[in-house]
Each structure stands twice: as C-alpha cells, then as structure tokens.
C-alpha cells in the first residue's frame, strides 16, 4: 500500500507537470493516502479482486460441466455395472455415471458463487483498527458507494467496521469452498483413471484422449497424464487450505498480520483450479470415448445381476443363484434358467437394460439402449 500511495503520487506529479517527488505539493501520505489506511485499503482491494477471479473459476467450472454434460447424453445409452467399494454392485448406464460429474459441477459453483456474496462485505474508511481514525464522518459510505459504481459490483459497508478490520472470516470460508471444488474434481480425476485403466489388463470401459507418450522404457504405453495434473492442482489447494485456516488463526486483537500469506493461497488455489477446469474439459473430457463391449460383457459377467431379482425370487434364492454362479463360472441369467426359477421371457424382462438401470419408460420415438 505504500508504494502504491507513491507510485500513484510521483504519477500525479508527472501529469500535472511537476518533478516526481516534489511531495510538497502531492503526498503519497496526505493526500493519496488521506483517509486510508493499509488496513482497509488493501484488504478492500484484496475483496475485488477476488470477487473477480471467482467469476473467472465459476465460468471454467461451467466449460467442464458442459464438456460432461455431451458426454452424458452421449453415453445415455450404453449399459454397464455400477461399482461399489470395487466390488460390483448394480447395472447404471455410462451416461448416469457421467452425469453425477454434471450435477457435482453445478452444485459447487452455486457454493462459489454464495461465497463471494461475503466479500461484497467491505471495510473501507475503517482507517487503522475500525474506529475511522482521520477519516470524516460518512466517508466509509461514500467511498462504499463510489467504489461500488466504479467496480459494477454490490459492495456494502460492513455495519461493524473493527470486527471487519480483524475478520478473515470471509476468506476462511472461500477457501473451504475452493477445498471442496478441489476434492470433488480429484475423486472426479480418479475415477475417469480407474475407468481408463487398461487397455488390456484394467477396467477399461472408456478411453481418455492421448496426450503424450507415457514412458521411455515402456513402448506404446499411454498415461492419464491429464486427469493426474488436476489431482496434484487438488492437493495444492487442499494445503492452500491448511495455510489460510492457520494464518486466519494467527491472528491478534485488532488486526490480522498475515493476510499476505491469505491472499497468495486465495489467489493461487483459485487461478489453478479455474486452468485445472478447463484443461480437464479441452485435453481430456471432450476427446474421451466409450467401449460399450467390454461394458456389456460386464454386465452379462456380473452376479450384481442377481439383485435385480430380489423382488421376483427373493434374497435367499437370488444370493444362491449369484453364489453358483461365481463357482462355476455360469452367468446369472444361467443358473436362473436351469433351476427354473423364472421363464426366459420373464428373465428378458426382469433384465432389460431400461430396467437394470431403472430409467423411465421408452417415449414414442425414443431409441431403444445400447448393448
């Protein structure tokens, strides 16, 4: 703040034709910094700029969520089995699973957003600790409202100007925010590598795009180098996070002296989670493809099958039916067969891929599921 009151005054002093540093006719103190203190100067400044950069995040955030949401309608149609714990569990379609990173997406940029309405919170003319020390009567109001028409922004005066002056509240919560965006696109980026892993000897129910050769010793091999640099983007905003809650914590009495150290986190986590959201979008998502073979041959493999018949033959026989066909090797539909429980006709039914996925009922018009 004190180089910018002389950077400001000595170009002052240039464009009304005086020497710079003849501060006996401008001050960078009395008269850039008149009224002001680095203690609600800067931190209202800080207020902007992040409010700023948080409109640059939420817009990234939107390129990703669209780049899933092609995909999701894209992949509407092709079955597989749903897994949990690693283990498998039930049928879903590839477009349902992709379609959770859509509403995971929106739903934290609506959290972004409600953390930047805390930072429209300003305390400028609070002066040294919050009293308006120097400052006249309804400055900090006017100063609000000027600022305010000058940024385009809905700024507001804090109603307690010394709390404001000692609170990093604000920036607390927005780095929790930014926490949050950054562990839901790490478990985002781990299941697009689980998904890939192959191309032999892994799951491999989707191709992510080639981006670069992935070892020097290994011919042909092919790394998720792209869904890997935003995992390591969320580990450096998660201990962005530790940094601010600690220097938020260091604070004493009247002032937080360590809100430099709050902004760069601030700042950092934000401009790398915004360049994360859109390399993920541009070099991975868009370019990603389905195998709807391997997926469908998942799914005739599955004894997560079995569960779909709970309700037809019931537990104990579904949990048999499932059991035997893990010994021996046989599929579901199967065992079912031979032990008569159901008819062929009723098991294609009890089956379907609409069904499985428990999707609504076909529309006129309406394709019929991929296998």
Do not use: W
């Not at 969320?234 to 902004?263: C, H, K, S, W």
């Amino acid at each position: 703040n004190m180089n910018a009151n002389e950077v400001i005054a000595n170009r002052a002093l240039e464009l009304l034709g005086h020497e710079k540093g003849d501060y006996a006719r401008l001050h960078p103190n009395d008269h850039v910094n008149l009224s002001q203190s680095t203690n609600d100067a800067y931190p209202t400044a800080v207020n902007v700029g992040l409010i700023e950069a948080i409109d640059d995040l939420a817009a990234s955030m939107g390129v990703l969520k669209d780049a899933f949401d092609r995909k999701a309608q894209e992949f509407a149609g092709f079955i597989k089995i749903g897994r949990t714990q690693l283990q498998d569990a039930v049928p879903m379609t590839l477009g349902q699973e992709f379609r959770t990173f859509v509403v995971m997406l929106g739903e934290d940029q609506a959290r972004l957003i409600e953390s930047a309405a805390l930072l429209h919170e300003i305390n400028l003319g609070a002066t040294a600790i919050g009293t308006g020390l120097n400052a006249p009567r309804g400055y900090a109001e006017l100063a609000c409202r000027h600022l305010a028409e000058l940024t385009g922004r809905p700024l507001v005066t804090a109603a307690d100007l010394i709390e404001a002056t000692q609170d990093p509240g604000a920036f607390v919560h927005l780095s929790g925010v930014l926490k949050r965006v950054a562990v839901k696109l790490s478990k985002t980026c781990n299941d697009l590598r689980l998904l890939s892993s192959g191309p032999r000897a892994g799951i491999g129910e989707i191709t992510l795009p080639s981006v670069q050769a992935g070892s020097s010793i290994m011919p042909g091999k092919i790394n998720p180098v792209i869904p890997e640099v935003v995992n390591q983007v969320a580990y450096a905003v998660i201990g962005n996070d530790i940094t601010i809650t600690m220097a938020a914590e260091a604070g004493q009495l009247q002032l937080n002296a360590f809100e430099p150290i709050i902004v760069r986190a601030l700042s950092q986590s934000i401009s790398q989670l915004s360049a994360a959201c859109r390399t993920l979008a541009e070099r991975c998502v868009d370019g990603i493809v389905a195998n709807p073979a391997i997926m469908a041959q998942r799914v005739e493999e599955s004894i997560g099958l079995a569960t779909a018949l709970n309700p037809l033959i019931g537990y104990y026989a579904a949990t048999e039916v499932a059991k035997e066909a893990l010994a021996s090797g046989r599929t579901v539909p199967q065992v079912v067969l031979e032990r008569g429980y159901m008819t062929e006709a009723e098991l294609q039914q009890a089956l379907s891929p609409r069904h499985l996925a428990n999707l609504p009922a076909v529309t006129a018009g309406e394709a019929d599921l991929r296998q």
